[in-house]
Nanobody
Framework: QGQLVESGGGLVQAGGSLGLSCTPS????????MGWFRQAPGKEREFVAA????????AYADSVKGRFTISRDNAKNTIYLQMNSLKPEDTAVYYC?????????????????WGQGTQVTVSS
């Protein structure tokens, strides 16, 4: 399986914005979905957002709805997570993940390809 290369993240004040990107090292196919998960210190990894590569259907965790937007650029073979109105509780390591199938999934076990993670820190 190819690698998922993440970029973006960093430190931002509460209320600010950050963008993350994730590029698979190999070309994705139309029946591939990708997602973002995050893990805060001392907590379990949780679902953030997902997108189906072919029909652009999306899913979001309730905690980020209306603030985060997942999208993809087919020409660049890249997905993005735009994070607005960030809160201190959004602080976590964010992971990009990919899985094969139709639709989208919020379940970690449905994803078989994971990035190394990128740190997002939101200061109050």
């Amino acid at each position: 399986q190819g690698q998922l290369v993440e970029s973006g993240g960093g430190l931002v004040q509460a209320g600010g914005s950050l963008g993350l990107s994730c590029t698979p090292s190999e070309r994705t196919f139309s029946w591939y979905y990708m997602g973002w998960f995050r893990q805060a210190p001392g907590k379990e990894r949780e679902f953030v957002a997902a997108i189906q590569w072919s029909d652009l259907s999306t899913a979001y965790a309730d905690s980020v709805k209306g603030r985060f937007t997942i999208s993809r650029d087919n020409a660049k073979n890249t997905i993005y997570l735009q994070m607005n109105s960030l809160k201190p509780e959004d602080t976590a390591v964010y992971y990009c993940a990919g899985g094969r199938g139709m639709g989208v999934s919020s379940r970690q076990n449905d994803y078989n390809n994971w990035g190394q993670g990128t740190q997002v820190t939101v200061s109050s």
